[in-house]
């Protein structure tokens, strides 16, 4: 999942884009100007969740959020702001943020808002996703083939957590690479490939029937059964 | 002079009470005193009737059984006539002596018949003369009126009016007294309801609501007696407001303010805690939000900076005096020298004569924030340039830096309190935007303008233009 951090504080920036990416799920931009963020988001960048601060230079936050409802995206936005009392708040949700956290927050309620977030915007509510015999825990980041837990590095279960989010559904190759890795990172597409091989070693070491399958010329999908 | 603590009510009630006692005695001795002269002209009419007849030998009174006894007939008729006082029921008080009249004797109304009557008067009784002498020809014989004419001259004792004439008098004086208590009752009530507009504003302004609202009181449905203090309560409403407001959004300003730095420390320590790296990452961490409690414990300064200053600047200055411009930036200049200096600074003076009338502290406090601000954003080697005279029938002095032009959309903001910008927060220069607020707080106590534009290709002039001495002072 991508996330977008819009903070002018960079320092606040800096340690906004640490705690999230203490989350495996969270491959995070942060961006210090309201007006440079709303063209990146109107490039349509395929964010996932967007951390918004509502007193920007270039562009207000609240500006920039009713421009974002306005183009209908459906993006989870998290307003986090110093601006706390009542009316801001009834504000800013009138905006149509769908959370709203008063600086000083705390780092972790923060991220498990982020989470719930996700999991809603996925239309995912429960925290455990499961797949088969295969189950992915948004919280722990735990994953676990029947009662085998596997061990899987960060972009592995980052990866895995994206499929699981859409079971049975083919995913490809290209929007995988969108929603993985961050602005500047270098988009080899090679390095799908690699991950899902790696995975699927993990997946089967112990013998157990395929769950992550290739689809030819479309990409990738995460199922019970072979392909229908 | 101390004024007693009465209520109003008290005092409108024993201010309108003697004036109704007044009236009301004034008539009561009015009717009284009347009554008692129809009394008594009633008293002397039937008396004389009674006399008329008692002499005419009818000696009928209208009141009856009143006869002329044959011994006071003879006497009266005696030749010659005599007077003699008769009182009502025909008894002969006094007698003339025989020849009386003869003699031209006494008129009627003489000193010695008064004297009688008050000797008669001491006896213990009052008595009442007619008025005028009553003259009756005794009938002879027959009916015919032919006589010798008696005189007589009649008294009755007064005891029976006196007594009646007293009970009315009490009587008076109860129904007055009864009227008294009605009135007094009467006027109370009037006064209270007189007054009720008074407890009306008073209700009013108990559930005058907090400032959102801005209820005040409906002068247009305040008696017009009462409508300048309604104004004046008004006003004090409006000007508390005011205040509350002005307090409230520096409060918020305030903790935003501080929220900043709070927010930048927890969020450092609880990253750290998070991501658990290396040691000298922690150290890192630490090292950062000590910095940010640095800049905490300034911001929490200049809050207390601002609240003294708003104190020390009311709604005018205190001490008002003929300020010399090129003296006061002259003074301050040296005062930053060394600060500038110390950035390769330096600063050019451009000063002509020009003075103005106002606070000099406060006007110190102006354009010691401009100089403070230039010696802070002027890099380093900038030149700092202060001047000051007359200028379009104003005063005016400025203040021109070297520094990095200030965006043309930050200037609307420039003096609002707790405002920085952008390129100033990026570029970690330490200060809480309260400089320029305070500037601009002296200038408006000055009816002065304080303005910031672009000069040259670098940097930024503060003007402030004083209106010019002579036409308008400062405050």
């Known amino acids: ?143 676990a083939r029947g009662a085998r837990s596997i061990e899987l590095a960060a972009l592995e279960y980052r990866l895995l957590e994206y499929l699981a989010f859409r079971p049975e559904t083919v995913v490809p190759k290209a929007e995988l690479l969108e929603h993985l890795y961050d602005y500047n990172w270098e988009k080899f597409s090679n390095v799908i490939e690699h991950y899902v091989w790696s995975i699927r070693t993990k997946l089967e070491a112990g013998e157990e029937p395929r769950l992550l399958h290739t689809v030819r010329g479309s990409g990738y999908r995460l199922a019970g059964e072979s392909a229908p | 002079m101390r004024a007693p603590p009465r209520t109003l009510f008290f005092r409108l009630l024993m201010l309108t009470l003697p004036v109704e006692c007044l009236v009301l005695a004034l008539f009561g001795v009015w009717l009284v005193h009347r009554t008692e002269r129809r009394d008594l002209a009633a008293f002397d009419d039937r008396l004389r009737i009674q006399t008329q007849a008692m002499l005419s030998g009818a000696g009928l009174g209208p009141e009856g059984g009143l006869r002329v006894d044959a011994d006071l007939n003879r006497r009266a008729l005696a030749p010659g006539g005599r007077a003699c006082v008769l009182d009502g029921r025909g008894l002969v008080l006094w007698e003339s002596p025989r020849g009386w009249f003869e003699a031209g004797g006494i008129a009627p109304y003489s000193h010695q018949v008064q004297e009688y009557l008050r000797t008669l008067r001491l006896r213990g009784a009052d008595f009442r003369i007619l008025d005028s002498a009553t003259r009756v020809r005794r009938p002879q014989d027959g009916d015919e009126p032919t006589g010798p004419l008696v005189e007589a001259i009649v008294a009755q004792p007064l005891s029976g009016l006196l007594k009646g004439q007293a009970e009315f008098r009490e009587r008076a004086i109860a129904v007055g007294l009864l009227l008294l208590a009605l009135t007094a009752a009467l006027l109370w009530a009037a006064i209270r ?79 750290a805690l998070l991501t658990r790296r290396s040691r000298e990452e922690g150290e890192r961490a630490l090292q950062e939000a000590l910095e940010d409690l640095q800049r905490l414990e300034e911001t929490a300064e200049s809050l207390l900076t601002l609240a003294r200053a708003d104190a020390l600047l009311p709604e005018g200055p205190r001490r008002v005096e003929e300020v010399s411009l090129p003296e006061l930036l002259g003074s301050l200049a040296e005062r930053y020298a060394a600060a500038a200096s110390a950035k390769g600074q330096t600063i050019a003076l451009d000063l002509h004569a020009a003075s103005i009338r106002g606070d000099r502290a406060a006007l110190e406090r102006l354009f010691g924030n401009l100089l403070d601000n230039a010696v802070k954003y002027s890099g380093r080697r900038g030149t700092i340039t202060l001047r000051c005279g007359p200028a379009d029938g104003a005063v005016v002095a400025a203040v021109e830096d070297g520094g990095p032009p200030i965006p043309a959309t930050d200037r609307p903001h420039l003096f609002r309190q707790f405002f920085r910008g952008a390129s100033t927060r990026a570029a970690d220069v330490p200060g809480a935007g309260l400089g320029l607020a305070i500037a601009a707080a002296v200038a408006r106590l000055h009816d002065a303008e304080i303005t ?6 670098e940097g930024n002039r503060f003007t402030v233009r004083f209106p010019s001495p002579p036409e308008r002072r400062a405050p």
């Open chain 2, 452 to 457: 910031c534009e672009r000069c040259g290709g």
């Open chain 2, 193 to 271: 309801a007189g007054l009720n507009p008074i407890r009306a504003m008073e209700r009013r302004l108990k559930t005058v609501p907090g400032p959102e609202g801005r209820e005040r009181l409906d002068e247009a449905r305040v008696p017009e007696e009462l409508r300048p203090l309604a104004r004046e309560i008004n006003g004090l409403l409006d000007r508390v407001w005011g205040l509350v407001q002005r307090e409230k959004r520096f409060t918020a300003e305030a903790a935003h303010e501080l929220r900043t730095p709070i927010t930048l420390v927890k969020s450092t320590l609880q990253t």
């Open chain 1, 1 to 143: 999942m991508r996330a977008l951090i819009v903070e002018d504080e960079t320092r606040l920036a800096r340690n906004l884009k640490r705690a999230l990416e203490t989350l495996p799920t969270f491959a995070t931009d942060v961006l210090g100007d309201g007006g440079e963020a709303w063209e990146r988001l109107a490039s349509g960048e395929p964010y996932d969740l967007l951390l918004l601060d509502r007193m920007l230079p270039g562009m207000d936050g609240l500006e920039l959020l009713r421009r974002l409802r306005e183009s209908g995206s459906r993006l989870p936005v998290l307003v986090l702001t110093a601006l706390g009392t009542k009316e801001d708040i009834i504000q800013g949700l009138d905006y149509g943020c769908d959370d709203y956290l008063v600086k000083p927050y705390d780092t972790g309620e923060l991220l498990a808002r982020c989470k719930a977030l996700l999991r809603r915007s996925q239309e995912h509510p429960a925290p455990v996703l499961r797949v088969a015999d295969l189950c992915v825990d948004t919280r722990t980041h735990a994953v």
